[in-house]
Every structure is written in structure tokens, then in C-alpha cells.
């Protein structure tokens, strides 16, 4: 006659498919203010391929991208995000505005600003207005650029800009007193980054870069981590192979 085989008492489990086995899929940022230059927005395509990025938050660019680039500028070419992988927007304006642009990606809102100089201190309120009215209700966020207010001689523009993140439960991610910009008449911390409150935890290895740029501005670099579908399938960050 046919045993029936002996239970075994010490059988592996097989994990469930809900179950964590890996490091959270990451979403590399770079942002950078290019300072109107072609070579600096030449060397940000070569580091986007080199550094493994999947957003970029750009400033004062040399020009705007066509398709099949998937590149979201403002109204007036001050400020642009642009994507490795079309298929990762989820959401963007109906309409471009000044100086300011966004998109959805992968669940998370990102903003990119370009305060310019020449603003006058109306100007730089109502872009603030403006910039608090759109973020409204829009969570996770990161809002990121060249804010032109982070040193003294700004004034009241700086207590303009922390009001209005504090608004958005924002939480500035820059650390260290790396500057970020080195002009002729020296250096200073004028592009940050701002998160969520919510948001914040998730990201990681925030740093001034020190990738050369061809700008007189430095790039900053960080991570984010993805959260995953409530499904349990993870989400997925595509690479863009192509080049401008």
C-alpha cells in the first residue's frame, strides 16, 4: 500500500505578495537654476543619464523642450519640470502661469519657481498669492527653485515666502551652509527646497552637489521614496534613453 507522506514539521512559508522583501522603489530629483545657459542645460541632459534622475526642477532655462520630451515650463520660460518617462504625469495646469509650474508624479505634487531679481516687492507678494492659491489641497508636495530671498538684504521678502509655506504645512529640506549660487560679488543660499510635512520623512540624501554645472548656480540632489499601491504592486520609474 501507498504512505502518505510524513507532515513536515518544519515546512518554509512562502510569503504572501503583500509582504515587503525589497527597498522601496526611489525617485531621483535634481534641481538646478541654469542660468540661462546652453551648456549648463546640456550637461543637466548628460547628468540626468549619468546620476540615474527622474525629475528634474529647473530655473531660468536656456530654452524649452518640444515633444517628445516630456518638459512642463511656465508662462514665461522661467521655470520648467522635466520628466524621464511621459507616462509618469498624472496631472499638470490647464494653463501655464508666471513664473511658476507644476505637475503630478507618481501621487506627488511638485512645484517649480523662478523668483526673479527684478520683481518688485508687489510682484514678488502676489506670485506667492498666486503659488499658495494653486498648492492649495495639492498633498504629498515639493515646492523647489531659485527664491532670491534667503539673505538680509531681501528683507521682507523672506518673511513673505516662510508665511506663505507655512501655509502648505511646508518644511524646508536644505541643509548645511553649502551655498547654492557664487557670483562676482560672492556667494549665498537662494535656491531651497521645500516639502510637505507629510512628505518630508520620505526623502533622503538631500545635498548641494557638486557636480560641475556650467551655471553659477550648484544643483541640489535628492531622493524620494515611493509608496508602494495599496494593491501591493510597486511603482514603476522609467527612464528616458533619448537625448536633446
Known sequence: TR??????????????????????????????????????????????????????????????????????????SQAAIWVQGGNLVQEHPARARPFFT???????????VYSPPRLADVEFSALFTNITEEARGKRPLII?????????EWGCRATTLLDALALLEAVLLNTGNTPTFTGALGYSVVDLTFASDTLAYQVTSWAVSELYTHSDHQAMVFEIEIAK????????LTQSASRP
Open 3 to 76: 504512505r502518505c507522506p510524513r507532515p513536515c514539521v518544519n515546512r518554509p512559508v512562502l510569503p504572501s505578495c503583500t509582504e515587503e522583501h525589497s527597498s522601496p522603489p526611489m525617485m531621483g530629483i535634481i534641481q538646478i537654476n541654469l542660468n540661462h545657459c546652453k551648456a549648463a542645460q546640456d550637461l543637466l541632459s548628460q547628468d540626468i543619464r549619468e546620476q540615474r534622475i527622474n525629475v528634474a526642477i529647473v530655473c531660468d532655462q536656456y530654452k524649452n523642450f518640444d515633444p517628445p520630451y516630456t518638459w512642463l515650463a511656465d508662462a514665461n
Open 102 to 112: 507644476w505637475t503630478r508624479i507618481s501621487g506627488i505634487y511638485f512645484f517649480s
Open 144 to 152: 523647489a527653485g531659485d527664491f532670491n530671498v534667503w539673505s538680509t
Open 229 to 236: 499601491a495599496a494593491s501591493g504592486t510597486c511603482a514603476v
